[in-house]
């Protein structure tokens, strides 16, 4: 069965999805990304749809399900490379996703995770760094 790679980047996971998405890739990356957030204490999740040219309703629930997933497991998700078309089509179907962060690129997605993380270590009064 396919897999989409889960790379680790420091205290981040770092998600590419070359392929087209179908329902049971998507359960598999959910459960993936979940185990691996898991397994590394990752505070952060960059998922790049740059090569999505569709997204469907099933899609971008399961995307806002990794996000929930990720927070309950004390990390953040930022979605990345989100083409107009997709962007569109979420709109119109009137799908929400909540608590999945955006950004532009990958170099944006990386400070948004960084920023996220800082904030987190301030509101905690500790002495963390991000990397």
């Not at 990390?75 to 962060?101: C, D, F, K, R, Y």
């Amino acid at each position: 069965m396919e897999r989409i790679p889960i790379l680790r980047m420091g205290e981040f996971l770092l998600v590419t999805i070359q392929v087209d998405m179908h329902d049971r890739l998507a359960m598999r990356l959910q459960d993936d990304l979940t185990e691996k957030i898991a397994e590394t204490g990752a505070r952060g999740v960059m998922i790049d749809i740059s090569s999505l040219e569709i997204v469907d309703s099933f899609i971008g629930r399961v995307l806002a399900n990794i996000a929930s997933m990720s927070r309950v497991l004390d990390a953040q998700t930022v979605v990345v490379g989100m083409q107009p078309a997709v962007a569109i089509t979420l709109v119109e179907l009137g799908l929400e996703l909540p608590g999945v962060l955006t950004a532009l690129n990958v170099d944006k997605g990386m400070e948004v995770l960084r920023g996220t993380l800082a904030k987190a270590v301030e509101e905690q009064g500790g002495d963390r760094h991000p990397t």
